[in-house]
């Protein structure tokens, strides 16, 4: 049952992603994608198998649970932040977003620490929250370089 909701989860992330009314370029979002899942898996390995401060479920349903939330929901709700934060104006806006991707990842974390597709040893609910708090502004950071990058090129 798990790893069905863990499709939902998905599901929703892409259906958010794809609903955007303003996007940043395809060029913009595949780069930041594969940025955010480069920093999401050597996250997630350090913090389970070099620091051991959590560890994953050895069950089927749950480890795959585990895959796709680091691989699509984590990185698409980053990526709709940085969409959605990066290409509008409005203050209401970029709070909104900003309350919506870390409620959606916090909420979607915790799910799966619930139903056993990982299990807390030396880590709680606070260092989640930085983490996700660290990982939103590095996806910010990685969206404006990208953005800067992108405007130079045409500028030349």
């Known amino acids: 049952m798990i790893l069905v909701i863990c499709l939902l989860f998905v599901w929703f992330s892409i259906l958010i992603f794809a609903f955007l009314p303003n996007k940043l370029s395809i060029i913009t979002n595949v780069l930041l994608y594969m940025l955010l899942a480069v920093v999401d898996i050597n996250k997630l390995t350090i913090l389970s198998d070099t620091l051991e401060v959590f560890q994953l479920s050895r069950k089927v349903p749950e480890f795959l649970s585990m895959i796709l939330h680091r691989d699509f929901t984590f990185s698409i709700t ?15 806006t970029k709070a909104g977003i900003t309350l919506y991707t870390f409620s ?47 405007q130079k090129e045409k500028s030349l």
């Open 104 to 150: 959606y990842l916090f909420c979607t974390g915790q799910f799966l620490r619930f139903n056993g597709a990982l299990t807390y040893e030396r880590w709680n609910i606070f260092y989640e929250c930085l983490l996700i708090i660290s990982l939103m502004i590095i996806t910010y950071w990685f969206g404006r370089l990208l953005i800067h990058l992108q």
């Open 78 to 92: 980053l990526l709709t932040f940085a969409n959605v934060y990066l290409t509008t104006w409005k203050r209401s």
